[in-house]
């Protein structure tokens, strides 16, 4: 990889983890229990992780999420989240030449998989309790439904707009 694509790289990473972070914070429901919410964070690391390089993309969906965690005062969320979104990231491929492809749709599904189980397992281990995290279990399968549908609709309209080739255009 050459010095452009690196440095290209980079900015992207930074500006998706921005866009992560800011569609966690701004666009979100609460759903009471345990203090978490549904937002749109998710289908934006979808779109990430098949426009970057899954270890770009990872970082962006660690930093982007975590960074949430901590200016929404989720302190105690900030590990968990470091290591389940880019779990998360390694389902998708942006190696495709469309964003919605077999195996990213597949994706979605083991994806929102990953991080309701992960996130039980972080309020398990964080309350000292493996059954009171089992209350949030249903909230907590909204959120990769909803991530996963804005991500095929959005996705789907940006092939038709040709942004990975817009993307590819801009770095020759």
Known sequence: MNTSNKTRNIVLTALFSALICVSIIFFHIPTGFNGGYIHLGDAIIYLTAVIL??????????????????LTGGIVWILPT??????????????????????????????GAIGVFGYYLAGAIISGNFLAPIATLFMEMIQPIASGIIFVVSGYVLDKLKLRDRISLATK
């Open 82 to 111: 470091m290591i389940i979104k880019p779990m998360m990231v390694f389902c998708f491929s942006s190696k495709s030449d469309n964003i919605i492809s077999k195996r990213n749709v597949l994706a979605v599904f083991l994806a």
């Open 53 to 70: 390089p899954t270890p770009y993309a990872m970082i962006a969906a660690g930093i982007g999420g975590a960074l949430s965690d901590g």
